[in-house]
C-alpha cells in the first residue's frame, strides 16, 4: 500500500488517507454501534422475547439516553410492520407499536420514517394512527412521506364530502402534522381541509397549520381564490380580512385580485353565481377600508354590474350603496368622473318627472363631495335647480363648497 502511495504522488497520497480516515470513521461507527453492550443486549432480548418482553425491552431502553437506540426501535417497528395481519386484534402489539413510536419521536430519530409510513396504511388502529402522525411532525421524514400525508388528507377530504365516515381525530392530527412539517405543497391540501365543514376544532387546527407552511401565505391565498371552487374562494377571501398579521399591501393585492377574479368568472350553477357576488361584495367592502386606489378600474366596473343587477331584481340596493361608497374612498379622478355621469343620469331622470331612489341619490352626491374633483361641478350646480327632495338639495349645496374649497 505504501508503494502505491509512493507511486501516486503527494496528492494521490493525501487522497487515499482521508479516504483511508473517511472509512475508518465509518467501521468505527458501524462496530461500537454493533458491538455496544447495552444495545447488543436489547436486540437479542427484543428478538427471542414476547410481545410483553419486547414491550418490557423498550420500556428499559429509556434508561440509556447516551446510547443510541435508533436500530432498536427500527427493529420493533419492522417486527410489527411484518406481522400486522397478526398482531391487528392484539392489544399488546398496540402498545408496543405506540410506544416505539413515542420513543423515535422523543429521540428525533428519522430513519424510520417510511416504515412508519407504511405502518400507518396497515395498522387501521385510530390512536396508533394519531401517535404516528405526531411522530411524523416531531421528525423530518423525506418528501415522498409528506407527499403521501398530503394524497391521504386529500382523500379523506373527499369521502367526508360524499358522506362517508373518515376519522375525525386522525384528521385533525394530519393537518397539525403537515403544518409542523411546513412544506408548502399541502396548502391546497390544508385549506381544503378547513374548508370541508369539519368540527370547529379541525377548522381552526388548519387555519393554524396554513400560517406555518413555507411560502407567502397571502400568494397562497390568491392561489385559492383563482383556482378553486367558489366556496373556497370565499373562505380565502374571509381569512385574509381576519388576519389581522397580513401586511396592507399584501391585502390590498388580495382584495383587489378577488373583485378581478368576481368579475370574470362564470359559472353555470345558480348557487355559485351568489358566491362569486358575495366575493365581490366582500372584496369591495375591504378596498373601501383601506381606500385601495389601484383597483378604481375594477371598481368602476364592478359599479357598473352591481347597477345593472339592481336593476334587474339580482342584488340589493345596499351593495350599490357599498359601490357608491368604494368609489368615494378610492377618490381618484376616474371614480369623480363615474358618479358625476350617474348624477347626470340621475338629473335626466328628474328633467323628465320621473323619481330617483333617495338614498342612492344622496351616497352619489355625499361622494362626489368627499373626492372633491371639479369634473362634477356643473352637474352638482344644475342639481340645485331640479326638484329633489330638500336632503338631496342640501347634500348636493355641500359637496358643492367642498369642491370649491379645494
Known amino acids: 500500500m505504501l508503494l502505491l502511495y509512493l507511486r501516486g504522488g503527494k496528492s494521490d497520497m493525501k487522497k487515499s488517507i482521508a479516504g483511508l480516515t473517511l472509512l475508518f470513521m465509518v467501521l468505527v461507527f458501524v462496530y461500537s454501534e454493533d458491538t455496544n453492550p447495552v444495545l447488543s443486549a436489547m436486540r437479542k432480548n427484543f428478538a427471542r422475547g414476547s410481545i410483553s418482553t419486547k414491550i418490557q425491552v423498550l420500556q428499559d431502553s429509556a434508561e440509556y439516553p447516551e446510547v443510541n437506540m435508533a436500530p432498536l426501535y427500527g427493529e420493533a417497528l419492522n ?21 416505539a413510536v413515542r420513543l423515535i419521536g422523543i429521540n428525533g430519530y428519522n430513519n424510520s420514517t417510511t416504515v412508519m409510513w407504511q405502518l400507518f396504511n396497515t395498522y387501521g388502529d385510530e390512536q396508533v394512527q394519531v401517535e404516528i402522525l405526531g411522530t411524523l411532525g416531531n421528525i423530518d ?6 407527499e403521501e400525508l398530503n394524497q391521504w388528507l386529500k382523500l379523506q377530504n373527499e369521502r367526508f364530502r360524499e358522506g362517508l365516515k373518515v376519522s375525525e381525530p386522525v384528521v385533525a392530527e394530519a393537518v397539525v402534522t403537515l403544518g409542523e412539517l411546513g412544506d408548502s405543497s399541502s396548502f391546497s391540501t390544508v385549506f381544503s381541509t378547513g374548508s370541508a365543514n369539519y368540527s370547529d376544532d379541525i377548522s381552526y387546527k388548519a387555519n393554524i397549520a396554513l400560517k406555518n407552511l413555507e411560502g407567502s401565505y397571502s400568494q397562497s391565498l390568491i392561489r385559492v381564490i383563482k383556482n378553486s371552487v367558489p366556496s373556497d374562494k370565499i373562505l380565502a377571501l374571509n381569512l385574509a380580512i381576519e388576519d389581522s398579521e397580513m401586511p396592507i399591501e399584501e391585502k390590498g393585492g388580495l382584495y383587489k385580485m378577488a373583485l378581478d377574479i368576481g368579475l370574470v368568472i362564470k359559472v353555470d350553477d ?12 366582500g372584496a369591495v367592502r375591504q378596498l373601501t377600508i ?50 358625476t355621469l350617474y348624477l347626470e343620469f340621475m338629473n335626466s331622470y328628474m328633467e323628465n318627472g320621473q323619481e330617483t331612489d333617495l338614498q342612492i341619490s344622496l351616497a352619489v352626491i355625499s361622494n362626489i363631495g368627499i373626492i372633491g374633483d371639479s369634473i362634477a361641478f356643473d352637474d352638482l350646480l344644475y342639481s340645485g335647480y331640479l326638484e329633489y327632495p330638500v336632503t338631496v338639495k342640501r347634500a348636493a349645496r355641500e359637496a358643492l363648497n367642498n369642491l370649491k374649497s379645494r
Open 270 to 281: 345558480s348557487e355559485d353565481e351568489q358566491l362569486i357576488r358575495d366575493l365581490r361584495y
Open 79 to 99: 417486527f410489527i410492520l411484518n406481522n400486522s395481519k397478526n398482531l391487528a386484534s392484539d392489544s399488546a402489539a398496540r402498545e408496543l407499536t405506540i410506544l
Open 141 to 146: 421524514p423525506d418528501l415522498l412521506v409528506i
Open 290 to 339: 383601506l381606500k385601495w386606489a389601484d383597483a378604481a378600474d375594477l371598481v368602476i366596473e364592478h359599479f357598473n354590474l352591481v347597477n345593472f343587477e339592481y336593476e334587474h331584481g339580482i342584488s340589493p340596493k345596499s351593495t350599490v350603496l357599498e359601490a357608491i361608497s368604494c368609489l368615494g374612498a378610492i377618490g381618484t379622478h376616474e371614480a369623480a368622473g363615474r358618479l
